[in-house]
């Protein structure tokens, strides 16, 4: 970053706001990493149980995503529930290119994981179809939760003036 590039991300009067938004998406993913393993785990173990398959596997899954989101909520404990004044975003540009480049991101996420998931529908055998169909499940349900996570950061730095601003009233 250069001096004038300093200079104009401090005189943006977005910077306070997409500060608040990237603090709390940090805080978001801390835990939502956890439960991209949490939700596949639970799909696996569902489709395993109605198919008459040993669910462990997508218990065990469940449980240690689970444990990761426990985990990671409890880090950033102390920072979700601050009321100090987040730090000023100094990444402008980066900030304004994942507003334009996220919601293409989005939709392409989102054919991908319907075409993967049809593929693989498509292209098993017959025969091990039902015994593969968790995996299958387990595969699209990580798709789209990593998608989900994309799309909700996507809505917080585009809501990030009107967020910060309510968060700035709860704080008084």
């Known amino acids: 970053m250069t001096l004038g590039d300093a200079a104009a991300v401090a005189t943006d ?4 706001a997409f500060g608040y938004a990237q603090r709390r998406t940090w805080v978001f993913f801390a835990w939502w990493y956890g439960a991209v393993i949490t939700i596949p785990g639970a799909v696996d173990a569902g489709l395993s149980g109605l198919l008459g398959q ?12 689970a444990g990761l989101s426990a985990l990671g909520w409890l880090v950033t404990l102390g920072v979700r529930f601050s009321r100090k004044l987040p730090k000023p975003a100094s990444d402008i540009p980066r900030v304004e290119q994942a507003l334009r480049t996220n919601p293409l991101a989005i939709k392409v996420s989102v054919i991908v ?9 498509l292209f ?4 091990k179809s039902h015994e593969l169909l968790p995996i299958i499940g387990f595969v699209g349900a990580t798709l789209m939760s990593i998608t989900g996570g994309l799309a909700y950061s996507t809505s917080v730095l585009k809501n990030s003036g009107e967020l910060y601003a309510r968060w700035l009233e709860r704080r008084k």
């Open 13 to 16: 009067p977005r910077v306070q």
């Open 54 to 65: 040993d669910p462990e596997r997508g218990i065990f899954t469940m449980a240690l995503g």
């Open 113 to 121: 994981s319907v075409v993967i998931v049809a593929a693989l529908i």
């Open 124 to 127: 098993i055998p017959e025969g």
